[in-house]
Structures are given as C-alpha cells and as structure tokens.
C-alpha cells in the first residue's frame, strides 16, 4: 500500500500534492477540495460523488503522474448536494481556500474547516426543523460487575443538548429507539454488537479504543467545561457513561474544529423517570411513524403537532417518546393544558406571538459556532422582541406553571438593542454580499461609503464631461473586473480622441480608454470599497461574538418558548376534538369511558362517526379482558386507543373519552401485526414469540400489555395452547399480573373467564342482517361464537366458488363441537389444551383434520378401540395381561371386518 502510494505521488502538481496531504488526515470521509468558483473530489471520492449525485466523471492531469478521476460541483450548489452525500451516509469533509488567490505566492493556502456527518451538521438544508438531530455513542462494559451493562451520550450539535446515562445491557435497543439517532459511534473492537439493533436507520461509525477510555474521556469532559470535577452536572458515578460522553464529545470536536461553546453542560438522562416504550410499541402504536409507509401521515404526532415554532415541534417528539411517570410533574402539565383550553382567547393571544418566534435554538448554536448570518442574527433580534408581549399576554394568568414560565423568561435587552442598532432592517442572506451594517453605527465605515458613494457620482460626472468636451456623444465610462474602469468610444467617432486618452482595449466596434485622471479616481473608489467589505466583517463578527455571550440566556428562552408552544398545541388540538382532562393516580385502576382513536377519528370518511368504547381494568378484580369478534369490527383500534390514551395522558395531554382514570403505567407492552426477521433467520412465528418473551420477562402489574392474536403463527391447537397459557401465566403470577387486553379469535378462550376471576370476557358486536354482516365497532360483555371471517374473505373478493366451499367446511368444522378440555380436578392446572369432538376426546387430531373433506360416518367399533385403549396403563400391565387385552382387540376388529 505505502509503495503504491509513492508512486502514485511521484511528479504530483503542487496542487494534488497539497490535496493528497489534506486527503491523508480524512481518509474516511470525502473531501470537497475548494479550487475557485468549484469544489473538486478525484479519486475514490470523484467516483462516490459522480455516483451519488449524479454528476459526470472527468479527468484531472497530475503532472508526470497519471491522470486522476475528477468530478466536482459549483460551489454555489453546495446546499443542493451535500445533503445527498451525507444522506447516503458518508462523512464530508469541506475544504476552502483559506487566503485570496489574488495575494497567494504559490499554491493557495487551503484546509479542512468543518467535517459534515449524519449526526453532526448546522447546515439548514440537512436538518429537519421538527425533529432533533442526534449523535450518540455507546460503551459495553469489560470490567467484573459491569460486564452487563452499557454506557450511553447523545448529543445534538444543533442546539448543544447533552446527555449521558448507564443501563443494562438488554436496554440498548430502547435507548436508540427512544433516541433515534442519526449517527452512533462505538469502539471499533465493538462494533459486530449493533448488528443486531432492527426497525433504526443509523450510521455507525467506528472509533479508535483510546477515544472511549475513561482516562481520555475524562480529560477531554473537564477540558470542555473547565471544571475540576464533574460533579455539578451529577454524573460522576457513571463511568462507562462518561466514556461514552468523552467520546462523543471528541468526535464534535474533531468535526468542528474544537467550536463548541454552545454545549454548556452535561445532564443526566435518567430513564427511570419515563414510561418505558419498546421498539414494538412505538411502532404498533405509531407514534411518529405509520406502519404503512414509515413518514409521518398517519401517526399520532400528525394529529398533536400544531405547534408553530421548530423547537416546540422537536419537543413535543421528545414528549411523546418519553412520557412520564410521576404524577406531580405531569398534573403541572396538565394544569398548563387546561387554563389555555379554557381561555381560548389566551391561547390565541400567544399563538399569534408564537408565530412571529423562529428557532431560537439553533439560532443560538450558529451564533455560538461562528456560523450565523445577517440574516440568521436579525432573526433572533426579530424572536426576542416577541418576549416582551409574551410575558406581558401571561402577567395575569392564574395557573402556576404558565405564570412560572413567563418569570423565567429573559428579555436580553442588551442584545435585542446591539443588533438593532448594528444591522440594517433587511440585511442580505450573506456576509460577503455588503451592505449589512447600519448606517451611523461605525464612523469609520461611513467615512469609507461617502467616498464610494462621491466616487460613483465622480464617475458619472466625468462621463458628461467627457462628452462634452470631446464632442462624442455616444461616450461611455464603465467598469470590469479585468479592466476596471474605462471610456468607450466607438470607431465612428475616433478621430475625435484627445491625445491624453490611452488606448486599453479594441472591441469590434469600439476602442477602450484610461486617463491619469480616471485611474486615480479608480483606486480611490475601489480602495474604500475594500475597505468596507473588511471593515464590516470585522464589525460582524465582533457583534456575533457580542450576542454568542448570551448563549445561556438564549437556550433558556429557547426551552422555555417550546415548552409554551406544545402546551398551546396540545391545548389547541384538545378544544378542536372535544379532549378531555385525564385523572392521574398512584393506584392500578384505569377507567376509560367512550374513549376514542386519536388517529382514526381524524381519518374517518366524511360523515361517518367514531364509536367510543369504555374499558376498565385493575389488577384486583379485572385485571384481563379477553375481546372476541369479528375481523374488521375493531379489536385492534379498540387496544391501540387504550395505548394512546394512557400515552397521551402520561405526555400531559388531554385525551379524547369522555373520562379517563388512569393509574400510572410504568411500560406500555404491544404484540400486534405479523412480521418477520428473514435475515436473521427469524420467522413470523419466531419474532412474535420473542417479542411474547419481552412481555412476560419484563411486565409489572404497573405494566400495560395489548395483544392482538398472539399464537396465529403456528397450527391451530398449538396457538391456542400458547395463548391459554399465556393468560394463566398473567393471571397466576403475581409479579407479572399486569392489566392486559388480549384480542383473540381463539373463542375457546372465553372458557378462562369461567376459571380465572380476574378474567373478563369482552366482544366487538356485529349484527347479520339478509346474510350479510353489520359491525357494530361495540365493545360489549360476553363471549363471541364466530368470526365472520368468510364474510369478509367475501367483502375482500374472493371467488364464490370459494366463499360457497369455506362455508361448506366451515358447518363441518361447527358440527364437531371444538371445546377445551376441563381442568383434570379441583386445584389441580390445566392440562395442555386438547381439541374434543362431542363429549369425546380423538387420540389423533390428524384423523380428525383428515376426515373434514371426506366426511365419514361415524365408526362405532373405532369409537370402541379408542376408549379401551385410553382407559389402560400400560405401565402396570403385565406382560400376560397385555397379551390378553391384544387378542380382545385383534377379535373386535375381525368381528368388525366379518
């Protein structure tokens, strides 16, 4: 490799020799080389970005060596493809000019400036303003007693949130999936161990193993924050937590050039304060995402999110992945939500300050990054002006946390005024495009533009002078880059040319001229416009820097406007759809009355309603519902918006039911839908039982479990003994009786409600009216008998020839009488489930299954042979009496046969 490098080196450009130097120290991300008006990539990378972005691929002479693969892009466009790159996950590293061609001697001075990965970016056109941008890292634990454990730091380059936990191992995949991180670093020893991590995309990006040691991590924590110790954040005691954080923290760093200032401190992400939510869950209850197609219609955020500012948008995401679970913090969210429901004039008052608040806390992160614009820091002048109305719209109102909020917020007066008074009104999108200093703010600067502006009106009279002393009325004083400034005169009128002009340029029809007079002028103008574009950069930078002092009061207002902007959403979302104020409480009770799908109310066609349904559960006298039905009649809605209620009310939400009662969940379990694991060898039946598996390891009775139609992967009897076992399992184990709804078709079932006290047989009901099936979308007591399926097999389209056959079957299969075999004696267990035909048992269901077609007669002598034979043991038979019970039977059958 080192040979094959020399040569490739050897009779380089200066140019490709100062690009293969810059290369070396990214080597694995792909470098935009600044030459001009262009950023260039060659090699490997010229192959990349060609493919990626579409581009051609060139070649680029390298001196004596070979020519080398070239394809590059204007530098203008970079806002158009370097969100491509870094969504096709790779690491960008942007290299400019760092020097005036102009002034250079040589090859122009040039070096990296930022590196651009999936988690770390500033740049508008890669983030999402509604959804955070997060870069974690996670460290297994190697020594004795944290072999099982993990430590864990995300961090949003964006906005400088940080934070650092520790949980056990097993926990990780709820962590990313709670987190959802763009970009995940782990030691590179390490990194076969989120291969196993499903339903997340995220760029892993390994890392050498002295950036996760503790030592190291340590030292580049304290360096940053310029602290001795780390205990003022409350992290100290999490080692394996602060490798992770250490970590983090060095890849921003690298990234950034070490321009971090806007990560002001390290807070202690503690999980124990939130629900519990499981990749499954988040999923089947489609918070964020529909199951169908993965984007946002169709989720529950969709139908929450009318926030109005991109800080409340990302917050109310973080809400509803992370509900709570301490009464207190959420009836103080709660109170919040209802005083802006019943004030709507309140609410509107504040919505429409909102609407005028951009995103203070990215607008902070760029003024502290030295990336904020003109126009980036008169949008925060813009922002901060809107706090002085807002507290003013909340000086009277009567609830404590609104109240508490608009104390909180500062107005950072000094800040709003230095901007006001350094900015024009309109200032351009770019620096380098002038004109953004307000007149009057710097005398030096406006000394500068009276000589330009007087220098411009020079020009102009010296062009009329010109024509008249001349007597040339078609003469011209422009300007060019290449030339400056110059006299036009056409070759109609050269012999009128004074003897002083001197001739610069020949056009086709024209000659072009400089005097003495008008090049003096010329460097004067040009000069002090120099002057000006220096002059206020300077003066730019040094009010950035002003504002970027700010920073803490800046994040604190930003916190603060979000959480104001998701309590109006919330409040605005609850008096359009008739929510209600859910009653919280340390006990197991949940009591939903008329509850409703927030999702599939807001869906339904056009004059169709919702029919709410009630649920109780409690872990004393109703702990389980078993719900029978129909496909189609809503089972699965009727789970779902039992979720989303709680959910909703552990967020501080209003719920939509007419009342809610609910005693705090501490995980919220679901087992709904088909899928499967091809690539890791996992079938359909495979994932569900694991995921069964998660459920009863790992449920409280403070848990909340939803099933749906556990056991349909496998054979009929097989299934139906799974999920009879399985509500035993939650019934009789006191350390897993959670409160649980479990849809079915298994009818059999129904006959545990009879044996478990704490069981409750619930339907959907459905009405059959001229042959055909009404769904009533009721949930009502009792016990279903059938499921309608071939009724809507019929609706779905299946031939008739088929729909006729099913139904010929299906009165077969009715005609058999399929039970659940009894329990064998009074406090003994069931036994393993057995299908009986009449008040008899068959010793082999696949005779059974094997005649439904055929239909045959019942057998009377088999019928016989089958009862001798259960009634025997042969384990205290002996061998005489064996023989004789085999010679009874041989002449049963020969009578049988004769």
């Known amino acids: 490799m080192a040979s094959r490098e020399a040569e490739k080196q050897v009779g380089q450009t200066p140019l490709m020799r100062q690009y293969y130097k810059i290369k070396s120290r990214y080597p694995n991300a792909i470098l935009l080389f600044r030459m001009g008006d262009f950023y260039e990539t060659f090699d490997e990378d010229a192959h ?64 990296v400036v930022e590196v651009v990965t999936p988690g770390v970016s500033f740049h508008e056109h890669l983030l999402d303003p509604k959804r955070a941008n997060y870069l974690a890292a996670v460290v297994w634990g190697t020594e004795r007693g944290e072999r099982d454990r993990i430590g864990f730091a995300f961090l949003d380059a964006s906005t400088g949130e940080f934070s650092v936990t520790e949980a056990p191992a097993h926990r990780l995949e709820d962590l990313l999936q709670t987190i959802q991180p763009a970009e995940v670093l782990v030691d590179k020893r390490q990194r076969d161990r989120l291969q196993g991590v499903r339903g997340l995309s995220f760029v892993v990006t390994p890392q050498e193993d002295w950036v996760f040691s503790f030592d190291y991590a340590y030292e580049v924590l304290l360096r940053h924050f310029k602290t001795h110790s780390l205990k003022g954040f409350g992290v100290d005691d999490l080692r394996l937590g602060l490798q992770a954080a250490g970590a983090a923290l060095h890849y921003l760093g690298e990234t950034q050039k070490g321009r971090l200032p806007h990560v002001r401190r390290l807070t202690r992400y503690v999980t124990d304060e939130y629900m519990v939510l499981d990749p499954q869950t988040k999923r089947n209850l489609e918070l964020v995402a529909s199951l ?21 948008g990302r917050l109310l995401r973080r809400w509803l992945l992370r509900p709570l679970k301490n009464v207190r913090q959420i009836e103080k969210r709660l109170d919040a939500v209802e005083a802006l429901v019943r004030d709507r004039r309140l609410r509107e008052r504040l919505r429409e300050e909102l609407r005028q608040v951009g995103d203070l806390e990215r607008l902070a992160a760029r003024v502290c990054t030295g990336r904020a614009t003109p126009r980036d820091l008169m949008h925060l002048r813009l922002t901060l002006e809107q706090i002085p109305p807002i507290k003013q719209v909340l000086a009277d109102v009567s609830c404590d946390t609104l109240r508490r909020l608009a104390e909180q917020l500062t107005l950072c007066t000094q800040v709003v005024e230095r901007i006001r008074q350094a900015l024009v009104d309109d ?43 001349t007597g040339i009325p078609s003469l011209k004083v422009g300007f ?26 020949t056009l086709v029809n024209a000659e072009r001229y400089i005097t003495p007079e008008l090049k003096e002028y010329e460097e004067k103008i040009l000069s002090a416009e120099e002057k000006i574009a220096s002059l206020e950069a300077e003066l730019f930078n040094r009010l950035r820097l002003e504002v970027a002092e700010a920073t803490a009061e800046l994040q604190l207002n930003a916190s603060l406007l979000a959480m104001l902007d998701v309590f109006c959403s919330l409040a605005e979302v609850a008096d359009r759809y008739g929510y ?40 004393h006298a109703q702990q389980i519902l078993i719900i029978t039905g129909p496909n189609m009649a809503g089972k699965s809605v009727v789970l779902r918006q039992t979720g989303l209620i709680v959910l909703l009310a552990q967020i501080g939400s209003f719920v939509p039911a007419r009342r809610a009662r609910i005693g705090i969940v501490d ?28 459920i009863l390891n790992n449920a409280t009775p403070r848990s909340l479990i939803l099933l749906d139609e556990v056991g349909r992967g496998t054979s009929t009897f097989d299934g139906l003994s799974i999920a009879w076992a399985l509500v035993e399992y939650l019934h009789e184990t006191p350390s897993v009786a959670a409160r649980t ?49 071939i009724e809507v097999a019929r609706m779905a389209g299946l031939p008739e020839p088929v729909i006729a056959r099913a139904r010929e079957i299906l009165r077969h299969l009715e005609a058999q009488h399929l039970v659940v075999e009894a329990p064998a004696g009074d406090g003994e267990p069931v036994r393993p489930v057995r299908a009986r035909r009449a008040e008899r048992i068959p010793a082999d269901t696949s005779a059974f299954q094997l005649s439904l077609f055929a ?8 019928e016989e042979l089958k009862e001798r034979l259960r009634r025997i043991d042969p384990n205290r038979m002996t061998p005489i009496e064996a023989l004789l019970l085999l010679d009874e039977l041989k002449r049963l059958v020969e009578r049988h046969d004769s």
């Open 667 to 694: 995980r919220i379990f679901t087992r709904v839908g088909a899928s499967d694991n091809l690539a890791a060898g996992e079938s359909t039946f495979l994932v569900e039982m694991n995921e069964t598996a998660n």
């Open 580 to 619: 209600t104020r859910p009653e919280l409480h340390e006990g197991t009770e949940l009591l939903i009355e008329e509850g409703r799908h927030p999702v599939v109310e807001r869906t339904l066609p056009p004059g169709e309603p919702f029919i709410p349904n009630d649920i109780y559960l409690d872990t």
């Open 427 to 469: 200032p351009p999108a770019s620096l380098s495009d002038g004109g953004v200093i307000r007149d009057g703010f710097s005398a030096e600067l406006d000394e500068l533009r009276e000589i330009a502006r007087s220098g411009k009106d020079f020009i102009a009279r010296l062009q009329q002078k010109e024509i008249e002393r």
């Open 292 to 312: 169908q197609d993965g984007t946002q219609e169709g989720s529950l955020v969709q139908i929450l999110d009318e926030t109005l500012t991109p800080m409340g």
């Open 480 to 505: 060019n880059k290449v030339f400056g400034y110059y006299i036009e005169v056409t070759n109609a009128h050269r012999n009128k040319i004074p003897p002083h002009y001197i001739r610069k340029q």
């Open 741 to 789: 709804l479990f849809a079915t078709h298994y009818h059999e079932l129904n006959e545990l409600a009879e044996r478990f006290p704490r069981v409750k047989n619930f339907r959907v009901q459905v009405e059959e009216h001229d042959g055909r099936v009404i769904f009533l979308h009721k949930l009502v007591p009792g016990g279903a008998d059938h499921s309608y399926g």
């Open 48 to 111: 990349i970005v060609s493919r990626v972005l579409g581009i051609t691929l060139t070649k680029r002479s390298n001196g004596q060596a070979a020519d080398v693969p070239l394809a590059g892009f204007p530098h203008h466009a970079l806002d158009n493809y370097l969100p491509k790159l870094v969504r096709a996950g790779y690491r960008v590293a942007i290299c400019e000019q760092l020097e005036d061609p102009k002034f250079a001697r040589k090859v122009v001075k040039r070096d």
């Open 855 to 862: 239909q045959p007669e019942p057998d009377p002598v088999a």
